[in-house]
Nanobody, 125 residues
Framework: VQLQASGGGLVQPGGSLRLSCAFS????????IGWFRRAPGKEREGISC????????YYADSMKGRFTISRENGKNTVYLQIDNLKPEDTAVYYC???????????????????WGQGTEVTVSS
């Protein structure tokens, strides 16, 4: 299984970014693709997860509002739209595969199976 996150960069506060996660090699019919981030010197933070079966989405409570996850099934790509970027969003953003996203309802964000290289987002003026 391979995942590749892309789309990061330097953005001014208040700007927007759309991150992409291209994945391949999954052989199961149902899975989830999620995003998490790690800011310098901080712990990982779960952001969002989307189910392959029905597109149901899950968000960590602290990430509701400015983050939107979506998928493009025909391209095996999941996106993370981030709006109104803030300096505290500066982090490396990773995507990962999950057996199910349901665990996100219980605040379990890091029981992923595979993850890829992240993409760095820097929010600064």
């Amino acid at each position: 299984v391979q995942l590749q996150a892309s789309g990061g960069g330097l953005v001014q506060p208040g700007g927007s970014l759309r991150l992409s996660c291209a994945f391949s090699g999954l052989t199961v019919d149902y899975y989830g693709i999620g995003w998490f981030r790690r800011a310098p010197g901080k712990e990982r933070e779960g952001i969002s997860c989307i189910e392959s079966s029905d597109g149901r989405t899950y968000y960590a409570d602290s990430m509701k509002g400015r983050f939107t996850i979506s998928r493009e099934n025909g391209k095996n790509t999941v996106y993370l739209q981030i709006d109104n970027l803030k300096p505290e969003d500066t982090a490396v953003y990773y995507c990962a595969t999950y057996a199910k996203c349901e665990q996100w309802e219980m605040g379990i964000f890091f029981e992923y199976d595979y993850w890829g290289q992240g993409t760095e987002v820097t929010v600064s003026s």
